[in-house]
């Protein structure tokens, strides 16, 4: 199986970005996701998390009212929206598929800056 995400980029603070992690490989409709991210010198830290259907979600408190995480199945796609950014936003973003098997993406660079 594999994630390839996008949609990172530089933003300034306060704008948004729209993440999203395509799936291969696997039954994707079978696998919750999570997005996770990793700051300069910081350890990786879980964002949001989605469950098969969709019919369940969850936020770090770091983000939530900010960031949606949302899925289409058809398409074997999971998205991360983030709005109103910050510059504690700046990380790598991951998504990572759990089921059976866990697979992680390769990671979408987000900078939020002036």
């Known amino acids: 199986g594999q994630l390839v995400e996008s949609g990172g980029g530089l933003v300034q603070p306060g704008g948004s970005l729209r993440l999203s992690c395509a799936a291969s490989?696997?039954?994707?409709?079978?696998?919750?996701m999570s997005w996770y991210r990793q700051a300069p010198g910081k350890e990786r830290e879980w964002v949001a998390h989605?469950?098969?259907?969709?019919?369940?979600?969850d936020y770090a408190d770091s983000v939530k009212g900010r960031f949606t995480i949302s899925r289409d199945n058809a398409k074997n796609t999971v998205y991360l929206q983030m709005n109103s950014l910050k510059p504690e936003d700046t990380a790598v973003y991951y998504c990572?598929?759990?089921?059976?098997?866990?697979?992680w993406g390769q990671g979408t660079q987000v900078t939020v800056s002036s």
């Open positions: 990572k598929a759990f089921g059976v098997v866990t697979y």
């Open positions: 989605i469950t098969t259907v969709g019919g369940s979600t």
């Open positions: 490989g696997f039954t994707f409709s079978r696998y919750g």
